[in-house]
């Protein structure tokens, strides 16, 4: 990190610095790039990109990264205004990460003006250009697989996090051969060419999905989804009994990077998906969601140094009639935290709500909003609860704007205040192939909630609606969403 700037560089200062201001000047030169600055960074977030999937759907055509204008005041209001379509057919593009955040947000050299978009499936990366015009991001670069293969001995890239030191790390979940292992590969900041694993030798995990850093406590955490292979084309519960999914975090040492704790969480914390650590670059504990017990454990630094995790949320099954199973999960598969660790958000794909948790007692997280968008138990659908420990009766569809909203509620995206939670209903285009077809064959929607930050409380914005269904070569799956100027997913403080 560079010490002769004190802000000169991308992002924010603090977590809270990012709640609310608007991020520090970014080295934009012309009269023009200053225009589209003030307009596009802004205190409220004015675009955001999402990657669009077709992989698993009748359409024969490249996944590709939208542009999606979120200005109240635009006559573009919730309307795709760019598509940058990949080169390649059936990627599976899926998270996305930032080239710089405001873990280099005391380097001057640095500039948030690519992004790095993983291909889930094809093990492809590809670097957008979004710096020379925001509105319109182009290709910059293409990392090919077998540059992966060969220089890392991994596949299937995830979750991708900007390094202090200039680098980009991301996250794997399999070999080559479609086996699960958990290793990271390192980019050059600059050339986005592959240097190597991230991990030292032999030290890969068995299986691999999100991570996060911290590192004033010199430690990463990262969590497991499954086998590629096993996950690939569907969810099979036998595949769960015979071990290829996961169940552990893995605790790593920032400095050396090796694996120095395992905490295997149980069958109540199978599939450990999305990790957040505490945006308090001084806090030691955070939370993870696991989704097929619906659970959320936080994770800990012990008195004695080492860490460990407890069970905080349970969300209970539902014995139904009329779906695979008798007894459906909630599926946790998403979830944040407010950028002032105040509020913890997740969504239930199956069950079809988005919680809000007041989390200022760490232990004992209190839910203090709800709303149902969607899911698997709606009221006039196929599947008959037989037992809810929560409800009454089965929640009624949700129609917005004249259309019905197919899937769950899945991705989520806080604004920096706070006070707008957006959400995208695609978990993965095999599973929702499985699991909502309707889904594919109408295409995804994105939605807003209105947040209370003081009581808490969730509501939707019946004034939006960004349909996916309404796309020019066909429906597609909408999937994760990223802010020009970061957000809290994306962005670690040193």
């Not at 390649?88 to 996305?96: F, I, P, T, Y």
């Not at 250009?129 to 001995?153: N, Q, S, Y």
């Not at 945006?279 to 994770?299: I, K, M, N, Y």
């Not at 008798?326 to 660790?341: A, N, R």
Request: neutral net charge.
């Amino acid at each position: 990190m560079a010490s002769t700037c004190s802000g000169c560089g991308p992002g924010y200062k603090t977590p809270l610095d990012a709640m609310k201001a608007p991020p520090p000047y970014e080295r934009m030169s012309s009269s023009l790039a200053n225009w589209l600055y003030s307009a596009l960074f802004g205190p409220r977030e004015k675009i955001v990109y999402l990657p669009c999937i077709y992989r698993n759907t009748d359409i024969q055509k490249p996944d590709y990264l939208a542009t999606v204008d979120v200005n109240p005041q635009s006559p573009n209001f919730c309307k795709v205004i760019h598509r940058l379509p990949m080169p390649n057919l059936k990627d599976e593009l899926h998270h996305s990460g930032w080239n710089a955040c405001s873990s280099c947000y005391d380097d001057p050299s640095k500039r948030r003006n690519r992004l790095i978009l993983p291909s889930l499936m094809s093990s492809r990366i590809y670097v957008v250009d979004v710096g020379t015009d925001p509105l319109a991001p182009r290709l910059h670069k293409m990392v090919e697989p077998i540059d992966l293969f060969w220089k890392c001995g991994l596949a299937n890239p995830h979750t991708s996090h900007c390094l202090g030191s200039g680098q980009i790390m991301i996250s794997t979940m399999g070999d080559p051969s479609g086996n699960g292992k958990g290793g990271f590969v390192l980019l050059d900041g600059e050339t986005f060419e592959v240097i190597g694993n991230w991990e030292q030798p032999g030290e890969a995990a068995p299986f691999g999905y999100d991570f996060w850093y911290q590192p004033r406590h010199n430690v990463m955490i990262s969590t497991e989804w499954g086998a590629p292979k096993a996950l690939g084309h569907g969810f099979n519960p036998a595949d769960v009994k015979a071990g290829h999914y996961g169940q552990r975090l893995h605790v790593w040492d920032w400095t050396t990077h090796k694996r120095i704790q395992t905490l295997d969480l149980g069958e109540e914390g199978a599939v450990p998906l999305e990790i957040r650590f505490l945006h308090d670059p001084d806090a030691a504990e955070g939370f993870v969601g696991c989704a097929l017990q619906s659970t959320v454990f936080r994770f800990y630094k012990t008195r004695k140094g080492d860490w460990a995790a407890e069970k905080v949320i349970q969300i209970p099954s539902k014995k139904v009639k009329g779906w695979a199973l008798p007894e459906m999960p909630g599926l946790i598969t998403d979830i944040l935290i407010s950028l002032d660790d105040r509020f913890l958000y997740f969504s239930n794909w199956l069950h079809g709500d988005i919680r809000q948790y007041d989390i200022t007692d760490r232990k004992n997280p209190r839910m203090v909003g709800q709303v149902f968008l969607g899911g698997s138990i709606l009221k006039d659908g196929p599947v008959k609860v037989l037992q809810d420990k929560e409800l009454k009766s089965q929640p009624t569809p949700r129609i917005l704007k004249g259309k019905r909203v197919q899937g769950g509620p899945q991705m989520l995206q806080l604004s920096l205040d706070g006070r707008r939670l957006y959400v995208t209903t695609s978990l993965y285009s095999a599973w929702d192939k499985q699991f909502y077809p309707d889904l594919v064959k109408e295409g995804s929607v994105m939605m807003q909630i209105d947040v209370d930050t003081d009581k808490g409380g969730l509501k939707l914005n019946e004034n939006f609606l960004v349909d996916f269904g309404a796309e020019p070569h066909g429906p597609a799956l909408a999937h994760e969403l990223r802010y020009p100027g970061g957000d809290c997913t994306s962005d670690i403080w040193l």
